[in-house]
């Protein structure tokens, strides 16, 4: 099925091969006409505060927020969970409430920060006794400082929420296009092509 990934700044292009690892057909989005016949959108990572002003520039932030709160999956990763999260803080920033969640800009570190590791083990549908581990790709990542009642927490790091999930809403804070896990993508939008979504096993 057609999935849109926003394609204004970020890392977009790894989205877009993930995507067609299981199957999908990628739609780089720059222009709200192209939301039109998507049955999915991914918010890549990036800078949040660029992304809000491109997105007003391209007049895409009223079409984007009615695609999402029509019930269509949509799938955030860093930069793009901030601007899907309720709350943003360290420092406020506006966003669009999509998901009940609070986050923490860059609270991970900085750029030089950044850092890999392997989430605590998931309770994702595809999991056995949270036996799987997600590989984790941190990189100027925010944190999830609170969740709402009615948000499930998917995995955690730390003991920390990294993913999380909302009705059509998939959030993490990490980049999962990053790596070769495709098991996040598919949790949004379903393996169309029978890719192995599962993590390796330890």
Known sequence: ?????????GGFAAHQKMLERLGHEAIAVRYPQQLDGLDGMVLPGGESTTQLKLLDIAGLTGPLDAFVR????????CAGTILAAREVHSPEQR???????????????RQVHSFEARSDGPRAPESDNNALEIPLVFI???RIT????SVEVLATF???PVLVRQRNVVSATFHPELTDYVG????AFGDVGGSRTRAHRH
């Open 95 to 109: 966003s669009f409430g999509w998901i009940d969640i609070t986050v923490a800009r860059n609270a991970w570190g």
């Open 146 to 149: 609170a969740v709402g009642p």
């Open 70 to 77: 029509s019930g269509r999956p949509l799938l955030t990763t």
């Open 184 to 187: 996040v993508h598919a949790l």
């Open 158 to 160: 730390d003991g920390e």
């Open 1 to 9: 099925m057609p999935i849109g990934v926003l394609a204004l700044q």
């Open 140 to 142: 100027r990542a925010p």
